[in-house]
């Protein structure tokens, strides 16, 4: 039996929210546009570009763990869970564990709603004895799941090194939420990217091809429709670096010239040069992601990694 939930929060409410989110932060003194706002349609379909990109290694290398090392990463993980996947968007990395992990029940959790029904819906017909339920939420703030969600054995499933995006002292509070979420048998598969060096990190956010460029300002566009403005997109360019003493690439918008960017109820002056925060990626080591999976109620139980020490996946039960 399959069935699809489509779960969202209140769309007037949430969309409220989301206005004054953004408008807050093209006011702030160091303008910000949070990096969850990356992925309108267009967007996840650029990221699953980037993805492909020789330059962008953590997708491919975490992959080559997970083949590498399936069949003990199943074996730790346990068949018949409840899958929660986070930030699902194609939900192609789960559907890769569905043959070893085979769980009951299967849950995307996605912020980009048409993208993750439409995975979901696809997969229905290729897994027909999982019950399956994709949920449009964004989920930065605390998941909330629908009561179709088994309570029972969550497994919560975060790949792609996604929490990286929140700054260390948000990841420890997102981990602990989700401790809450699991009981005493569920347990936690999370992907996190590790420190390396520089020059690989700044080749992956800024590739020969522009597609990461093009994923950043597209930004600028799904602003425009959520609250109106009048970004101009060839105005600006795409900066990235790695901040060393916070151990995270990060991007940023530039103005190219001087341009006044208005929206519904407000506006904002930019001087030339000026940036736009739009993404912290925050790596991690061995040591850091231990050391917060145990602060948050979380045990360690293995960590898998590349040959190279690349990229790690963790996992960790209550
Ligand atoms: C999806 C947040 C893991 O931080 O590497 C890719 C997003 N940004 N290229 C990352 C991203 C620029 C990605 N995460």
Same mark, same amino acid.
């Given at each position: 039996?399959?069935?699809?939930?489509?779960?969202?929060?209140?769309? +007037?409410?949430?969309?409220?929210?989301?206005?004054?989110?953004?408008? +807050?932060?093209?006011?702030?003194?160091? &303008?910000?546009?949070?990096?969850?706002?990356?992925?309108?349609?267009?967007? %996840?379909?650029?990221?699953?570009?980037? !993805?492909?990109?020789? @330059?962008?290694? &953590?997708?491919?290398?975490?992959?080559?763990?997970?083949?590498? $090392?399936? @069949?003990?990463?199943?074996?730790? !993980?346990? =068949?018949?869970?409840?899958?929660?996947?986070?930030?699902?968007?194609? !939900?192609?990395?789960?559907?890769?564990?569905? &043959? =070893?992990?085979?769980?009951?029940?299967?849950?995307?959790?996605?912020?980009?709603?048409?993208?993750?029904?439409?995975?979901?819906?696809?997969?229905? $017909?290729?897994?027909?004895?999982?019950?399956?339920?994709?949920?449009?939420?964004?989920?930065?703030?605390?998941?909330?799941?629908?009561?179709? *969600?088994?309570? $029972?054995?969550?497994?919560?499933? #975060?790949?792609?090194?996604?929490?990286?995006?929140?700054? &260390?002292?948000?990841?420890?509070?997102?981990?602990?939420?989700?401790?809450?979420? !699991?009981?005493?048998?569920?347990?936690?598969?999370?992907?996190?990217?590790?420190?390396?060096? =520089?020059?690989?990190?700044?080749?992956?956010?800024?590739?020969?091809?522009?597609?990461?460029? +093009?994923?950043?300002?597209?930004?600028?566009?799904?602003?425009?429709?959520?609250?109106? +403005?009048?970004?101009?997109?060839?105005?600006?360019?795409?900066?990235?670096?790695?901040?060393?003493?916070?151990?995270? *690439?990060?991007?940023?918008?530039?103005?190219?010239?001087? *341009?006044?960017?208005?929206?519904?109820?407000?506006?904002? #002056?930019?001087?030339?040069?000026?940036?736009?925060?739009?993404?912290? %990626?925050?790596? #991690?080591?061995?040591?850091?992601?231990?050391?917060?999976?145990?602060? =948050?109620?979380?045990?360690?139980? $293995?960590?898998?990694?590349?040959?190279? @020490?690349?990229?790690?996946?963790? #996992?960790?039960?209550?």
């Amino acid at each position: 039996m399959t069935e699809t939930t489509i779960a969202k929060t209140l769309p +007037a409410a949430a969309s409220q929210e989301a206005q004054a989110e953004l408008i +807050a932060g093209l006011r702030a003194p160091l &303008p910000y546009i949070s990096p969850k706002f990356l992925y309108d349609s267009l967007g %996840s379909k650029l990221f699953e570009a980037i !993805c492909e990109l020789p @330059e962008y290694y &953590p997708t491919r290398t975490e992959a080559a763990i997970f083949s590498r $090392h399936g @069949e003990h990463i199943a074996e730790a !993980c346990g =068949t018949g869970a409840t899958l929660v996947d986070l930030g699902a968007g194609n !939900c192609a990395k789960a559907a890769r564990l569905f &043959p =070893t992990v085979r769980p009951s029940q299967y849950v995307a959790v996605d912020i980009s709603s048409e993208f993750v029904q439409g995975a979901v819906a696809q997969l229905r $017909h290729r897994f027909n004895d999982i019950d399956m339920h994709a949920v449009a939420q964004d989920f930065s703030a605390g998941l909330v799941l629908p009561d179709t *969600v088994r309570a $029972h054995r969550r497994l919560f499933f #975060y790949p792609g090194s996604s929490l990286g995006n929140f700054r &260390p002292d948000e990841a420890r509070d997102f981990l602990a939420h989700l401790r809450t979420q !699991c009981d005493a048998h569920g347990g936690l598969l999370i992907g996190v990217d590790l420190i390396k060096e =520089t020059a690989a990190l700044a080749d992956a956010y800024d590739d020969a091809l522009g597609v990461t460029a +093009a994923f950043n300002l597209n930004i600028l566009r799904h602003v425009n429709r959520l609250i109106g +403005a009048n970004f101009d997109v060839s105005g600006w360019r795409h900066r990235s670096f790695y901040n060393a003493g916070h151990q995270r *690439v990060e991007m940023h918008l530039e103005a190219r010239e001087d *341009v006044t960017v208005r929206w519904r109820g407000g506006m904002r #002056y930019f001087v030339r040069g000026q940036s736009i925060h739009t993404e912290n %990626s925050h790596k #991690y080591t061995r040591g850091t992601i231990a050391d917060m999976l145990e602060r =948050t109620g979380w045990r360690l139980d $293995h960590v898998w990694t590349d040959p190279d @020490e690349w990229f790690a996946v963790v #996992y960790a039960r209550p």
